[in-house]
T-cell receptor, first 113, second 116 residues
Framework: DVKVTQSSRYLVKRTGEKVFLECVQD?????MFWYRQDPGLGLRLIYF???????EKGDIPEGYSVSREKKERFSLILESASTNQTSMYLC????????????FGSGTRLTVV | AQKVTQAQTEISVVEKEDVTLDCVYE???????LFWYKQPPSGELVFLIR??????QNEISGRYSWNFQKSTSSFNFTITASQVVDSAVYFC?????????????FGQGTTLQVKP
């Protein structure tokens, strides 16, 4: 059963902490994405990567960075967590090309206190 | 610019009612793909359907059906005889033709509540 796995379902961190959210896919997908989902705002793209060590900013990259050292793993990093980064974070992956669509992970609900 | 609009923020129906979720898109591409995803309370978005721009045939899968009309740039989703398990957030998405990487442009989502 192919899947996208996010390391934590729920996470509570303190303001100022460095936070790592991990995402692993086993489908040999080229593309990987990080979104955050907030009520009334839909899905907002933070970063995406179309190849190892490649990354592109999405719509809301401020306060975040990413790392993709291996094809199957895409990490989202909150350099110094703030309360306004409390959100649901969704990882997704896909093959390169317009027709494939995404496979999503189950999400990480992050609370920054 | 490419855009997906789901004008219905929330819909509430009683079980067994039919319900249609609207999706209107904007694109200048001649070749593009449209998608619907379901996000149940558990949180994971689940793929429902993909449609390419050259195939305007309506699709039916059990109680679900999709109506794709290029003339009105719409890709609407109908659930017939709704059930409580259909309660979820539904997202419509469009392939981003500007880059052809596979990135999707999502609508804001429609929250469907089906009451028993």
């Amino acid at each position: 059963d192919v899947k996208v796995t996010q390391s934590s379902r729920y996470l509570v961190k303190r303001t100022g902490e460095k936070v790592f959210l991990e995402c692993v896919q086993d489908m040999d997908h080229e593309n990987m994405f990080w979104y955050r989902q907030d009520p009334g705002l839909g899905l907002r793209l933070i970063y995406f990567s179309y190849d190892v060590k490649m990354k592109e900013k999405g719509d809301i990259p401020e306060g975040y960075s990413v790392s993709r050292e291996k094809k199957e793993r895409f990490s989202l990093i909150l350099e110094s967590a703030s309360t306004n980064q409390t959100s649901m974070y969704l990882c997704a992956s896909s093959f390169w090309g317009a027709k494939y669509g995404y496979t999503f992970g189950s999400g990480t609900r992050l609370t920054v206190v | 610019a490419q855009k997906v609009t789901q004008a219905q923020t929330e819909i509430s129906v009683v079980e067994k009612e039919d319900v249609t979720l609207d999706c209107v898109y904007e694109t200048r591409d001649t070749t593009y793909y449209l998608f619907w995803y379901k996000q149940p309370p558990s949180g994971e978005l689940v793929f429902l359907i993909r449609r390419n721009s050259f195939d305007e045939q309506n699709e039916i899968s059990g109680r679900y059906s999709w109506n794709f009309q290029k003339s009105t740039s719409s890709f609407n989703f109908t659930i017939t005889a709704s059930q409580v398990v259909d309660s979820a957030v539904y997202f419509c998405a469009l392939s981003d033709g500007s880059s052809n990487t596979g990135k999707l442009i999502f609508g804001q989502g429609t929250t469907l509540q089906v009451k028993p």
